[in-house]
């Protein structure tokens, strides 16, 4: 690989790791991110720190953990003077696009001209990027949020108003950034990311991928069946096999296209995981459980790079810049808190961290489901303190789909990775959250959940400590 070969980052949005045919789902079919993992390198272990959107999207271009970084919780911004995987690669000679969904930069009353005119027209966040919210990016063609994936919009550099896409939001997001590439004709290399929401909720595909028959589908033995569950998972599925073509589209064009088709480093990876119908939930994620931070991380630059088997190391997001930069033999500024895993990528030799540090920093309490909690997870074991007190233990090698609580159970092993965890998060500044690890109180029980809404059932506080009005 050149010193600087272009760079394209294809970001999704809640794509569970384990939903890929590389990583044994019986059910989908996704021959282009197969094809990325066979002729380049799979992190089959790979993990979101934060797996939300906002703080997962602070980490991954702060290479900062959330409760750390410049985006610490949902609908944060991207601190205008804080560097950035753009910035630092600008500095290193590159420039920088941006397609898609942002989510690091909402401004309430950053509602231009035609949305406050048309207000009924736009979803529940049509707020125009500040430029010094775009962590610098030089092109942009971004958006807050969409969640419509047939009635999508996006800002057009420094064009006040939004324009409209003409088709599903994935299709749109690919066909302008083949556009784009096709008529790229700067000397400097190119770092561009292609981030588009599907198959992040609301569950909508184009009918021609809608080819899954729900009650045909085989699913995990944490899955709580029923006829809606199903329905909900084949459109997601639909969604992800909708993405996987468009990936197709974009290593065709990088193929063909002179300048690219030799020199670029194509990433795949998701901001986060989603709950698939385990455990009860699906359009959800926010929790230590795997489905909710497990996700795909593949590089790809076959002229370059050689091709391994799927690699078991604990990747995790905090670890794409600094990597990004390894690879491009760049000099790694010490105020990155990720882990550099380009000698790994490039086989040479190569120790993986024995633990990762998950969080949820700043939720957005949509409900008493949504608590904040720290955790780590090791090749074996997964731990997590929530803020009311509770403990998750699991054992993934004999529990790998987190059935069985063992932290009130194995309190020695809950013991000692409590310590590890409090270790972990000395190292990482963390502000608060030690505290109530070592010197919180009893939370005051019950608390009367008087919404009126059913149950999450995600929280551990659900057993003991919530009482809802149903019951």
């Known amino acids: 690989m050149s010193t600087r070969p272009h760079i394209l980052y294809i970001l999704s949005d809640e794509h569970c790791g384990t939903a890929m045919s590389h990583t044994g789902d019986p059910n989908v079919r996704t021959p282009h991110m197969d094809r990325l993992a066979s002729e380049g390198v799979s992190f089959n272990n790979a993990y979101a720190n934060c797996p939300i959107c906002t703080p997962s999207r602070g980490t991954i271009f702060s290479g900062r953990h ?21 910035t630092l690669l600008r500095d290193a000679g590159y420039h920088t696009a941006y397609f898609g969904k ?13 949305v406050r005119e048309h207000r009924d027209e736009y979803t529940r966040w049509p707020m125009r990027t500040p430029e010094y ?8 063609y971004g958006f807050e949020v969409n ?6 919009f996006y800002y057009h550099e420094h064009e006040a108003n939004p324009r409209a896409f003409d088709k599903y939001q994935t299709d749109a997001l690919t066909d302008m950034t083949l556009e784009y590439l096709e008529a790229y004709a700067r000397d400097e290399p190119l770092f561009l990311v292609l981030s588009v929401e599907p198959p992040h909720f609301p569950l909508e595909a184009p009918d021609a991928f809608k080819r899954f028959d729900p009650s045909a589908l085989e699913t995990r033995p944490n899955f709580v069946d029923s006829p809606r569950m199903r329905e909900q998972l084949a459109v997601y599925y639909a969604m992800v096999e909708n993405l996987d073509w468009n990936i197709g589209r974009v290593l065709d064009a990088l193929a063909r296209l002179q300048g690219f088709c030799d020199d670029t480093l194509t990433v795949y990876f998701s901001d986060h ?4 119908g385990s455990h009860n939930a699906i359009n959800r994620k926010e929790y230590p459980h795997q489905e909710s931070v497990r996700i795909p991380t593949i590089f790809h630059c076959p002229q370059h790079l050689p091709a391994q088997e799927g690699r078991i190391d604990l990747f995790s997001l905090v670890d794409m810049l600094p990597t990004t930069l390894g690879l491009l033999n760049l000099d790694i500024p010490n105020h990155i808190q990720g882990r550099d895993f380009s000698p790994a990528i490039r086989g040479e030799s190569f120790k993986s961290p024995d633990a990762v540090l998950l969080e949820m920093c700043g939720n ?6 949504f608590l904040d909690w720290r955790g780590l997870v090791t090749e074996q074991w997964k731990y997590a303190y929530f803020e009311t007190g509770h403990e998750l233990l699991f054992d993934l090698d004999n529990d790998p789909y987190e059935q069985n609580n063992l932290a009130y159970i194995d309190t020695n092993r809950r013991d000692q990775l409590r310590q590890q965890l409090l270790r972990m998060l000395a190292d990482t500044r963390e502000p608060y959250f030690d505290v109530l690890m070592e010197h919180g109180v009893k939370a005051e029980a019950p608390v009367l959940d008087v919404s009126g809404s059913n149950p999450g059932g995600l929280a551990p506080t659900w057993k003991d400590t919530i009482r809802s009005l149903k019951s």
């Open 133 to 140: 919210h775009r962590a610098g990016f030089q092109d942009w």
């Open 102 to 114: 942002w989510h690091c930069g909402v401004v309430n009353n950053q509602l231009p001209s035609a």
């Open 364 to 369: 957005p309490r949509w409900s008493l489901d």
């Open 147 to 152: 969640n419509a994936p047939f009635k999508g």
């Open 273 to 276: 995981g989603d709950f698939m």
């Open 66 to 86: 959330a409760h750390a970084g410049p985006v610490q919780f949902f609908f944060d911004v991207y601190k205008p003077t804080a560097p950035s995987t753009a």
